[in-house]
């Protein structure tokens, strides 16, 4: 099983991933940034897109390396990923379920004021632009597909280890 962490940046997505698989018995972190990572030290690097995720290799392979490291490990994969783009999205959720692989879907949600404070006031990462541009992509993503594709945690008022919590006993439930 996989158990996305969907959301814009901010909203707790890394931290409660790490929160999620304590509590999930035989579970994993893979967090599908990697595979864009891998892409992008590709030399000479692909054509720019501004976002690996709009290279079309990034999705299938989120797919593939999730679908071995299942065969390989098995349990549950926590997987940390904001996906904005629907099609993206419908590639991703596709493929795994073509290879029978099932699919809990959760959005750590947060209202803008709360996110671009918790982006604003990172210390680890500190304040970035890349991160606060995506607010509005999130807000839209929301509003029109995403609400809808995945169940809604809002951790406006939690902290990620009440957020962890209350994935792992939905997942558990």
Do not use: C
């Not at 926590?78 to 959760?106: A, N």
Request: hydrophobic share 40%; aromatic share 8%; proline share 6%.
């Amino acid at each position: 099983m996989i158990v996305w962490l969907n959301g814009t940046h901010g909203a707790g997505k890394t931290t409660t991933s790490a929160l999620v698989q304590q509590l999930i018995p035989d579970s994993r972190v893979f967090d599908a940034e990697k595979v864009g990572e891998t892409l992008m030290d590709i030399t000479p690097g692909l054509p720019w897109t501004g976002n690996f995720q709009h290279w079309p290799p990034w999705r299938p392979l989120v797919v593939e390396t999730a679908r071995h490291v299942l065969d390989y490990a098995g349990g549950t994969l926590v997987m940390p990923m904001t996906v904005l783009v629907e099609q993206y999205w419908r590639e991703i959720s596709t493929g795994l379920d073509r290879h029978g692989i099932p699919v809990r879907h959760f959005v750590l949600h947060a209202d803008q004021d709360t996110l671009r404070g918790r982006i604003e006031g990172d210390a680890h990462l500190g304040p970035s632009a890349f991160r606060l541009a995506n607010l509005e992509p999130y807000a839209e993503a929301a509003r029109t597909w995403l609400h809808d594709e995945a169940e809604v945690v809002d951790t406006t008022h939690l902290t990620p280890a009440q957020a962890a919590l209350r994935i792992a006993e939905a997942v558990k439930g």
